[in-house]
């Protein structure tokens, strides 16, 4: 860093406080199965419960509650579902306006869903699915700000972006505090109204420790941000009009040397391929939303349902159900731990992939690389169902397990993939409409929770089966994707070994949560 610029405190303070941002308020939703448990308690959705028609398995009296557990379901669908649709409007915002607008967007639908929360009660349980959506959107913009935090320290981008992606999964424990401090005798207005107070706080972050627009990579000399320094702390857009004609753009440099001649790059430093639409009509797109998709459905119904599936397992017993609901929240903190797997694997099969005899551009070494990654979601996401549907009490902490390391994996996998198999100008566009059509699929969940509260009666045995069935569809991605590789190898084989145009995705992976 040249003198001048943002010393490495200023930096570490940026990345330390983003770290605790994203993991302590950006995916809260996920942490829905604790606040049910508190919600049911104080008797939100209770006039949805039925007189009991039979004895439960102490010979006492239960009501059938299927209609409140409907409730909570729908209210965690339309909250995921804006937490992923929306995605596609918030990151033009971010795009278009810089990072001080979109914290301050994202700061107001953050305070304001947590205030709904916090003035909420039984008679007013409506409030929770604006109050929900609200949260889900405002967090999702928080971490999308965050990840160009990463381009302040060069060589360790990736790792960055993975730990806060990481963060992000871990941040649904939030709600077992939650649910911890409640049965300490805390009330739920006082700690959501500390969670919208804590807005205060991102607001000085947003003032003192993030840029007006955007941190190019790599960092100009003597780059600062901050308040202080208003002036300097232009966007990615400014410092790229004072480049000299042709020179490519600071985003599109490669986190690392390559060992092969870059390719022809356009007149914005990117790769020349295919257009935007082409991608989206692409096989692999196709595939890979598939991929998305269907592992998606599967985790969400899961976080959604998983309150009226412990009270199914657990034959009414409450001591179990928090029991169970408590290991499930604390195996959502190991989140941050699982995601760097993932970068791992693709780092060393690249790496293994590398140059060979036949002369494959580094491009289709990282495409290669990118199919062992593929498959080991889709087998995790595919053991993790099994488990699931399993009825059993002691095989869902296996569950538990097994859901975090997936879904660790599938959303660092999501952006990684993308950013490796698509032109780097497009990233942006093609991880929101990816999250969008995913979002769409998830509203699946709904009817599903219906089904088995209606004609299977409680019992989702048939349901996690079918899903299990779903979920076979994902491995088509890998599939399709070493059919891709092998027809590129053959192309270059054809040519004599001269590399061919550079296959989407050789540029660095833009900073975008996984």
Same mark, same amino acid.
């Given at each position: ?13 940026? /990345?330390?406080?983003? !770290?605790? #941002?994203? =993991?302590? &308020?950006? @995916?809260?939703?996920?942490?829905? +199965? *604790? /606040?049910?448990?508190? !919600?049911? #308690?104080? =008797?939100? &959705?209770? @006039?949805?419960?039925?007189?009991? +028609? *039979?004895?439960?398995?102490? !010979? ?6 299927? @209609? ?447």
């Amino acid at each position: 860093m040249a003198a001048g610029g943002a010393g490495l405190p200023k930096r570490l303070a940026t /990345l330390l406080s983003g !770290l605790l #941002e994203c =993991g302590a &308020f950006c @995916g809260v939703i996920f942490g829905w +199965a *604790s /606040l049910v448990y508190v !919600l049911k #308690e104080l =008797g939100y &959705f209770q @006039g949805r419960c039925l007189p009991p +028609a *039979s004895p439960g398995p102490n !010979l006492t009296l239960l009501p059938d509650c299927s @209609g409140q557990d409907e409730q909570f379901s729908l209210v965690f669908t339309i909250g995921s579902f804006m937490n992923n649709f929306l995605i596609f409007p918030m990151g033009y915002i971010f795009d278009r306006f810089g990072t001080t607008v979109a914290r301050l967007i994202a700061i107001s639908l953050y305070t304001a869903g947590a205030l709904l929360v916090a003035f909420s009660t039984p008679a007013s349980a409506v409030l929770l699915f604006p109050a929900m959506s609200l949260l889900s959107v405002g967090g999702m913009l928080l971490i999308l700000t965050n990840m160009q935090v990463g381009n302040l320290f060069g060589k360790y981008r990736a790792v960055i972006i993975t730990l806060y992606n990481g963060a992000f999964d871990s941040s649904s424990a939030v709600f077992l505090i939650v649910k911890v401090l409640y049965e300490r005798g805390l009330s739920l207005r006082a700690m959501f109204l500390f969670m919208a107070g804590c807005s205060a706080w991102h607001l000085l972050r947003t003032l003192f420790l993030m840029p007006r627009g955007r941190i190019p990579h790599p960092l100009p000399p003597a780059y600062d941000y901050g308040l202080r320094c208003e002036r300097r702390s232009r966007s990615y857009r400014t410092y790229e009009e004072k480049q000299p004609p042709g020179d490519g753009g600071p985003e599109d440099a490669p986190l690392e040397p390559r060992p092969q001649p870059p390719a022809p790059r356009g007149p914005r430093g990117g790769p020349d391929g295919a257009s935007f639409g082409a991608c989206v009509r692409s096989r692999l797109f196709a595939w890979h939303v598939a991929w998305l998709s269907t592992m998606q459905l599967r985790h969400y119904l899961f976080i959604g349902t998983l309150n009226p599936l412990l009270h199914h397992l657990a034959r009414g017993d409450d001591g179990l159900v928090s029991t169970y609901t408590d290991a499930f929240a604390f195996a959502q903190l190991c989140g941050v731990l699982c995601a760097p797997w993932n970068g791992l694997i693709l780092d060393r099969h690249k790496r293994r992939q590398g140059p060979r005899a036949g002369g494959a551009p580094a491009a289709l070494a990282d495409l290669r690389a990118s199919v062992p990654s593929l498959a080991a979601t889709a087998t995790q996401c595919l053991l993790f169902s099994g488990c699931a549907a399993v009825p059993a009490l002691p095989v869902q902490f296996a569950t538990f397990a097994l859901q975090v390391l997936s879904r660790s994996f599938l959303y660092g996998g999501n952006a990684a993939f993308l950013a490796i198999a698509f032109p780097p100008q497009h990233f942006g566009k093609l991880y929101g409409l990816a999250m969008a059509l995913s979002a769409l699929v998830a509203l699946l969940q709904y009817p599903c929770f219906a089904l088995v509260r209606g004609p299977l009666r409680g019992n989702p045995f048939y349901v996690n089966v079918g899903l299990i069935a779903v979920v076979l569809l994902a491995f088509g991605s890998p599939l399709a994707v070493a059919r891709e590789c092998r027809r590129r190898a053959r192309e270059l084989g054809a040519a004599g070994g001269t590399p061919l145009t550079a296959p989407p995705g050789a540029g660095a992976p833009p900073e975008a949560p996984g």
